[in-house]
């Protein structure tokens, strides 16, 4: 059972999703609460797989709780709703609270189903949003950057091998080194040091930058739905 934890500023909104929830086929309700700091110790007490993070008009006061429970939890998924049109500035806000995946708050019962079970199994479904958002994977980028933009828009140091690709692809879609390392049949290790060696080809100081700059060379893509 994947245990799910509601947190909303709308006990109405809550409400809609717990009974979305309880008609969902592997999912246990863990617990709901408030978009206030009270909600980090049922989280601590319970841990949850995945917390449905939603808010209306306090966005911000969303992603200091995103902050404040992967702070407390790190193994906790976290998705974000937002009701504001799902902006850009709001995409790359919750990529940077570590959010694991970003929906509008009109999101589906069918769609919520499949995040939930995504997230759960340690995926990152809102890493897809770089390939649709330009400006979220260039302000990621600004982020990341340390080094020159001489370097930065320079060819790879040497091409990257057939298995990195492979390696870099499961990374674009949210994988975890463990479960890379088990689709791959090797251990996870061998995947820790082809991560080093792409990044180190990539000119990317982490996953996330290595990600972006691969989309921007059209090394690999992403499904879109």
């Keep these: 059972m994947t245990k799910v ?19 969902m086929h592997g999912v246990e309700i863990a617990g709901e609460g408030d978009l206030t700091d009270a909600s980090l110790a049922p989280i601590d007490a319970q841990m949850p797989d995945v917390v449905i993070l939603g808010a209306d008009a306090s966005f911000t006061e969303c992603l200091r709780i995103c902050k404040a429970i992967k702070q407390h939890s790190p193994s ?9 049109g799902q902006q ?34 340690g995926e990152h479904p809102i890493n897809e949003t770089l ?7 260039e302000q990621i980028l600004q982020q990341f950057r340390e080094l020159s933009r001489e370097k930065e828009t320079a060819s790879f140091m040497s091409p990257l091998t057939p298995k ?7 990374m674009a879609e949210g994988y975890l080194n463990k479960q890379i390392a088990d ?40 499904p879109r739905e």
């Design 5 to 23: 934890f509601i947190i909303d500023e709308q006990s109405m909104y809550r409400q809609g999703i717990r009974a979305a929830l309880a008609r």
């Design 76 to 84: 906790v998924a976290i998705i974000v709703l937002s009701g504001d």
């Design 88 to 121: 850009d500035e709001q995409v790359f806000q919750a990529i940077k609270a570590q959010a694991s995946a970003f929906h509008g708050r009109n999101v589906s019962a069918e769609e919520l189903s499949r995040s939930i079970a995504r997230c759960a199994s």
């Design 131 to 137: 390939a649709t958002r330009p400006r979220v994977a």
């Design 164 to 170: 990195e690709m492979e390696v870099l692809k499961y």
């Design 183 to 222: 689709r791959l049949n090797v251990t996870e290790q061998t995947i820790k040091n082809h991560i080093t060696s792409i990044l180190r080809k990539l000119n990317a100081n982490a996953r996330t930058q290595a990600v972006v700059i691969a989309i921007r060379k059209g090394l690999v893509t992403l």
